[in-house]
């Protein structure tokens, strides 16, 4: 299994609901990314994992949470987010911090 | 800001002919890295040129790295519809971190 996955594709919700984006690889990868992308724009780094423990976080507001439960898994929760989240978000994972990151097909957020 | 930038921004050709697409960088690095994005999808890793090379071949990519002048270029040769995308370059500011240049919006016409 050489890919990165990502749940769901799409995600519409409102300002006031809690939801989850899912990540998941199962390269043996011991990093696992978090970016955020607007249109017509580059991804932007949110949060880096390195075995399993956070190890960057770009001042992202805290109505963003990472989650690693394990070493192929990476989950984004997300409570109580402004029409200026939606974005793309993009999960990556690498098999070392300074490797090469493969990156998911990612999640189309849309905050009403 | 790490971030680099690419130029053009946007560049239309004709199926067949060549691509090129540039990146300059701010600080120095171990390696620059050329990815490629379809419409609103994920990003899909082409090439990796350490600081130590000059130039790198992958099919139909040819990437080169002037560390002097802190720059690459990616060229596309024989170019295909299916080459449709945006191009990012993109360098390593730090251990863990990767900084994407603006990107290249390339539109290839049948």
């Known amino acids: 299994d050489t890919e990165v996955t990502q749940t769901p594709k799409h995600l519409v919700m409102g300002m006031t609901n809690k939801k989850s984006l899912k990540c998941e690889q199962h390269?043996?990868?011991?990093?696992m990314y978090w970016y955020k992308q607007k249109a017509k724009k580059p991804p932007e780094l949110m949060f880096v994992?390195?075995?399993?423990?956070?190890?960057i976080n770009e001042s992202v507001p805290s109505r963003f949470s990472p989650e690693c439960p394990n070493s192929s898994l990476l989950n984004l929760h997300l409570h109580a987010l402004q029409p200026e989240d939606s974005a793309l978000y993009l999960c990556?994972?690498?098999?070392?911090?300074?490797?090469?990151?493969?990156f998911g097909p990612g999640t189309r957020l849309l905050v009403l | 800001s790490q971030q680099g930038e690419e130029d053009p921004q946007a560049l239309s050709i004709q199926e067949g002919e060549n691509a090129t697409m540039n990146c300059s960088y701010k600080?120095?690095?171990?390696?620059l890295q050329w990815y490629r994005q379809n419409s609103g999808r994920g990003l899909v890793h082409l090439i990796l040129?350490?600081?130590?090379?000059r130039e790198k071949h992958s099919g139909r990519l040819r990437v080169t790295l002037d560390t002097s002048k802190k720059s690459s270029s990616l060229l596309i040769t024989a170019s295909r519809a299916a080459d449709t995308a945006s191009y990012f370059c993109?360098?390593?500011?730090?251990?863990?971190?990767?900084?994407f240049g603006q990107g290249t919006r390339l539109t290839i016409n049948p």
């Open positions: 994992y390195s075995y399993e423990k956070l190890s």
């Open positions: 040129i350490r600081s130590n090379e």
């Open positions: 390269m043996g990868h011991r990093a």
């Open positions: 600080t120095s690095i171990n390696n």
């Open positions: 990556a994972s690498s098999r070392g911090p300074q490797e090469t990151q493969y």
């Open positions: 993109t360098s390593r500011g730090g251990a863990q971190k990767l900084v």
